[in-house]
């Protein structure tokens, strides 16, 4: 956390002025009694913007929302867990529509002003009628934030939120943000899903802008197991609620909220990464003296993602030979005698060969909840981060289990 | 195996004329008394041509034979187990040019014309004075084929080797191989290595064509764990020995070779495939009605190497959202409305969407030792096969032992 930013304890996306959040157990996840329908709400029309997944087989609910969030300007959204209403072809459509159009009603909007997002099983319809019901209950309220952050969970061992203040022109404001991590109902295929909010006053041409920049350094840097879900999606609301003026592009003001967005969004990812599927320690994953940062960033993610690498880490190896096996068969531009890593802060190889170094002290380092791999590539000065997690026998049996 | 072929059994790489090998326990790998340093001799000068891996790490073996390849003509290839000789810098270089040169002298031959290739533990210089005494003591038989297999191997459970008998032009020639798949001594980078022998006379420039196409459809389709290594390599020697004029391009000989050969490169690489590290079954996944072959291929690749596919088919779990899942984010082009899916024969989802189908009964079908997944893309004629293996806790437990 930056030094002119200040944590808001425990609420997530209701920190900011004038959101409304709740959430209800509706019965469409397995376990009774679970959250799994929720809704975050602007007391006034927001700007919006969104990321959502690249797959070809996008969700339905991604489908709507994508359309919606172009526009640049909506109410809310309403989320549930335990299906993510993928590959159900038109009558998916039609059920994300009418899950939209049912929450816009009830705070009183037009359907199209409302977004929609679900997680959980693949290829399963929605039990509408579970949400009708629930929907009805459900009650939106200024404290909802933690709540609505459990809603959205699945496998998520814990709930992921944020939120922080900061000032800019003499006046406070708020970002926060939510988000669920790899999980599986039945097991399935995993989802990401995260909502942020601010009260500050942006265009949503500078929003969705803002957004991009934010999330090409945190969620697209994260992986769990290389596995791109269908359900993708980041949105975030900006309602100006705190007052202020519009936010001017390449204004201090701007800047400072660009750094607490990007504060909300490597948090939440960071937290998604650390807590995949059967994970016990984060990766984080620093490539530096890259030509480029899109070679910066592809060496960190392959790293990050490698199984191999993965497993070693599970297994506290400082196994060094196959960061540089992934750092290979990434895309980024590498001259093998100029590459250096490093283990927990411990050197390990330089100029592409190893160098001594004490195993026993660098394992003892590797066994923490937070693994450091830095990697140096001597070509220039671009640089990234990317996180992954520890693969163990967890997820093997997580994910094998039988669906039904 | 298709109509004109033979199979012959039990000789690999020495079953063509004119060809020798031999193996030895040189005392490269840690257990004592395993076989682990060899040679493949061509009886005459042989044409020759090579596949290496693209990772920027490749191991110095590679960087010494990728050259010597390029000049067409080779007399043999000199191997070890237990040591990849990757990331040792010149050292590694000098060692490789060494072990060649010392193979090359003990046939009489000029050090070019010798290749060499490594497998094993990454960042460990070679014990040379092994090698040296190894050579030495080895012999060279035209029945020493059966035992080069098992000489290359490292965690690979079984020796991968398969020989085939065709006819051209009223002659009899022969094709044989012998590869090694993702092994770990200390776990360490998995490497795959294939040699194919033939006693056909081919120009190293169609045998060079010849090969690229038979390895973009048999060793680039498998995935074990998306890790490329940095010592990969396939090498393919013609001597001519069977005699017959040269293989002439276009050619009905050419066509009869180039089967050939698609089927000893591709047993090897379902070889490999299925005894990937903890592996229990092998996968097998055709894409069709691809646009593209490009496409086709992208697809059945991202559906093999998806851990969430791989775990799934450990559990015989009949999960289909996670095959559409992979085939979206592969770079394939899909119209998610036209795409079907079958899991051991069944049909499980049509037009994107799920149809009934009797999931005790799939899940039956899915527990044996060859799984297949079938995907129509329903656009084009384009088709392809790729190979992989379930993901089990035994390939996380074997990768991430401590390495020493």
């Given at each position: 956390?930056?030094?002119?930013?200040?944590?808001?304890?425990?609420?997530?996306?209701?920190?900011?002025?004038?959101?409304?959040?709740?959430?209800?157990?509706?019965?469409?996840?397995?376990?009774?009694?679970?959250?799994?329908?929720?809704?975050?709400?602007?007391?006034?029309?927001?700007?919006?913007?969104?990321?959502?997944?690249?797959?070809?087989?996008?969700?339905?609910?991604?489908?709507?929302?994508?359309?919606?969030?172009?526009?640049?300007?909506?109410?809310?959204?309403?989320?549930?867990?335990?299906?993510?209403?993928?590959?159900?072809?038109?009558?998916?459509?039609?059920?994300?529509?009418?899950?939209?159009?049912?929450?816009?009603?009830?705070?009183?909007?037009?359907?199209?002003?409302?977004?929609?997002?679900?997680?959980?099983?693949?290829?399963?319809?929605?039990?509408?009628?579970?949400?009708?019901?629930?929907?009805?209950?459900?009650?939106?309220?200024?404290?909802?934030?933690?709540?609505?952050?459990?809603?959205?969970?699945?496998?998520?061992?814990?709930?992921?939120?944020l939120?922080v203040?900061?000032?800019?022109?003499?006046?406070?404001?708020?970002v926060?943000g939510?988000?669920?991590?790899?999980?599986?109902?039945?097991?399935?295929?995993?989802?990401?899903?995260?909502?942020v909010?601010?009260?500050?006053?942006?265009?949503?041409?500078?929003?969705?802008?803002?957004?991009?920049?934010?999330?090409?350094?945190?969620?697209?840097?994260?992986?769990?197991?290389?596995?791109?879900?269908?359900?993708?999606?980041?949105?975030?609301?900006?309602?100006?609620?705190?007052?202020?003026?519009?936010?001017?592009?390449?204004?201090?003001?701007?800047?400072?909220?660009?750094?607490?967005l990007?504060v909300v969004c490597?948090y939440?990812?960071?937290?998604?990464?650390?807590?995949?599927?059967?994970?016990?320690?984060?990766?984080?994953?620093?490539?530096?003296?890259?030509?480029?940062?899109?070679?910066?960033?592809?060496?960190?993610?392959?790293?990050?993602?490698?199984?191999?690498?993965?497993?070693?880490?599970?297994?506290?190896?400082?196994?060094?030979?196959?960061?540089?096996?992934?750092?290979?068969?990434?895309?980024?531009?590498?001259?093998?005698?100029?590459?250096?890593?490093?283990?927990?802060?411990?050197?390990?190889?330089?100029?592409?060969?190893?160098?001594?170094?004490?195993?026993?002290?660098?394992?003892?380092?590797?066994?923490?909840?937070?693994?450091?791999?830095?990697?140096?590539?001597?070509?220039?000065?671009?640089?990234?981060?990317?996180?992954?997690?520890?693969?163990?026998?967890?997820?093997?049996?997580?994910?094998?289990?039988?669906?039904?």
């Amino acid at each position: 956390m930056t030094n002119e930013l200040q944590r808001v304890e425990g609420e997530g996306v209701t920190a900011p002025q004038g959101y409304l959040a709740g959430s209800i157990a509706a019965g469409i996840k397995a376990t009774a009694g679970r959250l799994d329908l929720g809704m975050l709400v602007s007391e006034r029309p927001a700007a919006v913007a969104g990321t959502f997944t690249t797959s070809s087989f996008a969700a339905a609910p991604v489908l709507v929302s994508r359309e919606r969030v172009a526009r640049g300007r909506a109410v809310g959204v309403v989320f549930n867990s335990g299906c993510a209403n993928a590959c159900t072809g038109e009558r998916g459509l039609s059920d994300a529509r009418q899950m939209a159009e049912l929450a816009a009603r009830k705070v009183g909007a037009p359907a199209e002003v409302m977004l929609v997002a679900s997680t959980g099983v693949i290829g399963v319809p929605l039990p509408m009628e579970k949400i009708v019901a629930g929907l009805e209950r459900l009650e939106l309220t200024r404290q909802g934030g933690p709540q609505a952050a459990l809603s959205i969970m699945t496998t998520d061992s814990r709930p992921k939120l944020l939120a922080v203040e900061f000032e800019a022109d003499g006046r406070r404001y708020r970002v926060g943000g939510m988000a669920k991590g790899a999980g599986m109902i039945h097991p399935n295929m995993a989802t990401m899903l995260a909502f942020v909010t601010t009260d500050v006053a942006v265009e949503p041409s500078l929003l969705q802008r803002l957004l991009r920049q934010s999330v090409g350094a945190s969620f697209n840097m994260i992986s769990v197991d290389r596995d791109t879900s269908t359900n993708d999606s980041v949105y975030l609301f900006a309602n100006g609620a705190a007052g202020g003026p519009m936010l001017a592009e390449g204004s201090p003001a701007a800047a400072a909220f660009s750094a607490a967005l990007d504060v909300v969004c490597g948090y939440l990812a960071q937290a998604i990464a650390g807590d995949g599927e059967g994970a016990t320690r984060l990766i984080e994953v620093e490539v530096r003296g890259a030509y480029t940062l899109a070679d910066a960033r592809a060496a960190a993610r392959a790293v990050a993602g490698s199984n191999l690498v993965k497993a070693a880490i599970h297994g506290a190896d400082p196994n060094w030979g196959r960061v540089l096996g992934a750092i290979g068969y990434s895309t980024a531009q590498v001259d093998p005698g100029r590459t250096s890593v490093a283990l927990a802060g411990q050197v390990v190889a330089e100029g592409g060969v190893g160098v001594p170094f004490d195993r026993a002290a660098v394992r003892e380092l590797l066994q923490t909840e937070r693994v450091r791999i830095e990697v140096d590539l001597g070509l220039g000065d671009a640089r990234a981060l990317a996180w992954g997690c520890d693969l163990t026998e967890q997820y093997v049996v997580e994910n094998s289990e039988y669906t039904t």
